[in-house]
């Protein structure tokens, strides 16, 4: 039972470590992105028209919602995870 706990612990922590892969990549992404934004004029900016400035606005907007929803399933899954595995540790230890 123990073998088994220990192979889905393991299975368990490598899917975490691949979602907090994509997770470290959106965040450079956004980071990125805010970036640009930070470069952009405060005044007088050149564009057309204010539309492409609210567009790229809502993008990086749109972009750290992602990653902050993303973090949170991530901690939702790992506090789901680990509920699993104390419940089948206390059920093993019973025995």
Do not use: C, T, W
Not at 22 to 37: K, S, Y
Not at 67 to 89: C, F, R, T, W
Request: net charge negative; aromatic share 2%.
């Amino acid at each position: 039972m123990q073998n088994k706990l220990d192979e889905m612990l393991a299975h368990m922590a490598h899917a975490h470590q691949q979602v907090a892969r994509v997770l470290d990549a959106e965040r450079e992404v956004n980071v990125r992105m805010a970036e640009l934004m930070h470069e952009m004029p405060d005044l007088m900016p050149q564009f057309a028209d204010a539309q492409g400035l609210l567009d790229g606005s809502a993008s990086v907007n749109a972009g750290i919602v992602a990653y902050l929803s993303g973090l949170a399933d991530l901690q939702e899954m790992i506090a789901d995870s680990i509920s699993h595995l104390v419940k089948e540790l206390a059920v093993a230890d019973e025995e």
